[in-house]
């Protein structure tokens, strides 16, 4: 449990006391393999690391194998979205267990990469960027940084240019980006690194036409 509900436990046990009841009743129909997944879902949702690793660790001793968990993760895919699914198995694979670890060696399948021809794509309306601003967005698959500085924009590739994760927003303080994997730091207004490494992020071109702003990758 999270320091601030220990807290909150201690400060208002009659208030919470309500909340562990319903989170106690809510599940009572379910099996704890299940109820954990769910909880491991919850936590991958709102990212928070300490909190996937208990219900994690908790679904594994529940009896859960890998596989259950790489599925209820890749189910929950309209929700959670590839970034999140991305830094949820990132952290599963910091934790070492060897349950996951047999998986990463089955061969690959062989799959032919999809080779998109680079064409323009409409990122959304331009007005809805604020100025002075950096934001995290999605496009036809691709997760995007914008800055933008008065009619101005630099659109960038979420992916690291160190190993290719997937940056998330999570990552954005400010106009500073840190990529969560070896915390090489780029400055999101122009995507030069400044800390740790020393390639910059991919800038796309674009351009905006009546009111939407387009990149091309
Ligand atoms: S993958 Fe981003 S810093 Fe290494």
């Known amino acids: 449990m999270s ?18 009841a319903f989170l106690k009743d809510a599940g009572k ?20 690391e300490r909190g996937l690793k208990q219900y994690l660790k908790r679904a594994l001793r529940e009896g859960c194998t890998a596989v259950e968990v790489l599925d209820a993760l890749l189910m929950a895919f309209p929700t959670l979205g590839l970034a999140k699914i991305i830094w949820a198995v990132d952290v599963i694979l910091s ?9 990463g060696s089955t061969p690959a399948v062989q799959v032919a990469p999809v080779v998109s021809k680079p064409a323009w794509h409409d990122v959304g309306p331009s007005a809805g960027l604020k100025d002075g601003e950096v934001q995290r967005s999605e496009c036809d698959g691709m997760g995007l940084f914008i800055y933008r500085k008065a009619r101005s924009f630099a659109v960038f590739d979420s992916r690291c240019p ?33 800390k740790k490494g020393n390639s910059p992020l991919t800038r796309f071109e674009s351009k905006v036409v009546k009111g939407r702003l387009m990149a091309f990758w």
Not at 5 to 10: A, H, R, S, V, W
Not at 95 to 103: I, N
């Open 3 to 20: 320091d601030a509900l220990n807290y909150l436990l201690k400060a208002r046990p009659e208030a919470l006391g309500h909340y562990f």
């Open 162 to 194: 160190h190993q290719g994760t997937t940056i998330t927003e999570l990552a954005l303080d400010g106009t500073k980006l840190t990529c969560p994997k070896h915390q090489w730091e780029f400055d999101a207004t122009s995507g030069s690194c400044i």
């Open 95 to 103: 934790m070492d267990l060897p349950e996951f670890s047999h998986l």
């Open 29 to 48: 129909h379910l099996d704890p393999k299940t109820k954990n997944l769910i909880s491991v879902i919850t936590k991958v949702d709102v990212q928070t």
